[in-house]
């Protein structure tokens, strides 16, 4: 009698143990299953990354990313009188030539350069001692549109005295990279500016997940050797917006060739050199000197 009972809390005691031990493995697998690298984890990994690739980060890295997607649009293309009217108001002695596309006055000078994009250019000067740059915008067409790039703006021209100013064109709440206003200015008037704008954006499709900054930046670590041949430097900024032409995306509508899409990306400046990393896709552009 006495060993049978004893072998029953044998028996009961072993079944306690294996439930306790089972418990422990569970727990330990689902907390496995669970576990997600903090976000400290991640950027100092993305540091790493960066640090053996010459590169290093003098920057808030970005946390969000919202879904995007495709925009459709078209190069503005405002008449030369419009154009005098925002960048010489008052004038009364233009001489236009459609043909040329240029408008000549005795102030300085407007010549359209590509489609969408347009110089403007002083003899005399203009906004005399304007209080902050955005005060430049007054003189731009459709400058309440852009917004000051303040990460690539203040730097000195070639030219003694002046320095480049830079705006960047935005839609809703991202800015279109390649749509800007370049100003060489200096402390007290504006020297030229061009300029580059687009019109009729709307979106195409439903919105796309986008990588995060810091998938951006590791896929910025991951090619840049293989595009410069001393590629090293603090990284400036990160943005996510929009740019036209854009590695890794073809356009929505193959069928219709002239029709120009701007692509999610994250911009990456870098002290000279800008990069632009897809944000669909990680692909890292050509970067722009």
């Not at 030369?80 to 009364?92: E, I, R």
Request: hydrophobic share 40%; aromatic share 10%; charged share 15%.
């Amino acid at each position: 009698m006495k060993w049978e009972f004893a072998k029953t809390w044998l028996i009961v005691a072993f079944l306690f143990l294996d439930c306790i031990l089972g418990w422990q493995v569970y727990t330990q697998r689902q907390a496995q299953v669970a576990y997600v690298e903090s976000y400290s984890d991640l950027l100092a990994n993305t540091k790493t990354l960066l640090s053996e690739h010459g590169l290093s980060l003098d920057t808030t890295v970005p946390q969000s990313h919202t879904p995007m997607s495709v925009l459709k649009g078209s190069f503005a293309q405002p008449s030369l009188n419009q154009l005098v009217a925002s960048s010489f108001p008052g004038a009364t002695q233009v001489h236009i030539d459609t043909t040329a596309g240029d408008a000549k006055l005795p102030s300085g000078t407007i010549q359209i350069t590509d489609l969408g994009s347009w110089s403007v250019n002083y003899s005399a000067p203009i906004l005399r001692n304007y209080k902050t740059p955005n005060d430049i915008l007054k003189i731009v067409w459709k400058g309440s549109q852009y917004v000051p790039d303040n990460v690539t703006s203040g730097q000195a021209t070639d030219k003694s005295g002046l320095k480049q100013y830079n705006f960047i064109q935005k839609y809703q709440s991202y800015l279109i990279f390649d749509a800007s206003v370049v100003v060489e200015a200096n402390s007290s008037s504006v020297a030229s500016f061009q300029q580059t704008a687009v019109t009729n954006l709307q979106t195409v499709g439903n919105a796309k997940p986008t990588i995060s900054a810091l998938d951006a930046l590791d896929s910025l670590a991951n090619s840049v050797d293989q595009m410069m041949a001393n590629p090293g430097g603090q990284i400036l900024s990160i943005q996510l917006g929009y740019a036209q032409k854009v590695a890794g995306d073809t356009a929505p509508d193959t069928s219709n060739p002239s029709a120009n899409y701007w692509f999610p990306v994250w911009r990456i400046v870098t002290k000279g050199t800008v990069y632009f990393v897809n944000a669909f896709t990680g692909e890292v552009n050509v970067p722009l000197k």
